[in-house]
T-cell receptor, first 111, second 113 residues
Framework: DAKTTQPTSMDCAEGRAANLPCNHSTISGNEYVYWYRQIHSQGPQYIIH???NNETNEMASLIITEDRKSSTLILPHATLRDTAVYYC????????????FGTGTSLTVIP | EADIYQTPRYLVIGTGKKITLECSQTMGHDKMYWYQQDPGMELHLIHY???????EKGDLSSESTVSRIRTEHFPLTLESARPSHTSQYLC????????????FGPGTRLTVT
């Protein structure tokens, strides 16, 4: 399974954009990038996913580089409730649909 | 909002007891999963199921067992609980179509004394 590399922790000021990077240099052409977050040991929550194109939804934006070796999750206006561990996951397009969550990035939004 | 439920949310039990952690989903999802997570650590997949009567072991070896008799129900059982089983257990489900995203339950925090 393609693995990802994320910074262990990041801080962001409340109201500012939070940019969370992820490296996935071994990603294959048909593997998707997914982002989840986990707030204080609750069950992880799906945020967004993409293959090649940039994606945006009501929660965040996902920017994938042209070579697909890295991506950035953007929370446009971070709030205190966005404090969580963010997981970047590469999911192969196979039936099993198994995710490897890794250690993620612990984002702290500072008032 | 995902409709996946886990009971109990918290359980403190003595060594040697048999326990069953319940997980149910009302979304009609074929795939269901059990993850184990120690505080501040990674999630590890311990069991998964592709449908009724289908169960497989995950990446992390676990002494627990699972069953999938009904689509909506995926219980996890420990025949004889030990302190090493103390952890958080998270259940998830996903559809085989669409975004393939996994919906997680709130988790069961198990403490074995």
């Amino acid at each position: 399974d393609a693995k990802t590399t994320q910074p262990t922790s990041m801080d962001c000021a409340e109201g500012r954009a939070a940019n969370l990077p992820c490296n996935h240099s071994t990603i294959s052409g048909n593997e998707y990038v997914y982002w989840y977050r986990q707030i204080h040991s609750q069950g992880p929550q799906y945020i967004i996913h993409g293959l090649k194109n940039n994606e945006t939804n009501e929660m965040a934006s996902l920017i994938i580089t042209e070579d697909r070796k890295s991506s950035t999750l953007i929370l446009p206006h971070a709030t205190l409730r966005d404090t969580a561990v963010y997981y970047c996951i590469v999911r192969p397009p196979v039936y099993r649909n198994q995710f490897y969550f890794g250690t993620g990035t612990s984002l702290t939004v500072i008032p | 909002e995902a409709d996946i439920y886990q009971t109990p949310r918290y359980l403190v039990i003595g060594t040697g007891k048999k326990i069953t952690l319940e997980c149910s989903q009302t979304m009609g999802h074929d795939k269901m999963y059990w993850y184990q997570q120690d505080p501040g650590m990674e999630l590890h997949l311990i069991h998964y199921s592709y449908g009724v009567n289908s169960t497989e072991k995950g990446d992390l070896s676990s002494e627990s067992t699972v069953s999938r008799i009904r689509t909506e129900h995926f219980p996890l059982t420990l025949e004889s609980a030990r302190p090493s089983h103390t952890s958080q257990y998270l259940c998830a489900s996903s559809d085989r179509q669409g975004t393939y995203e996994q919906y997680f339950g709130p988790g069961t925090r198990l403490t074995v004394t």
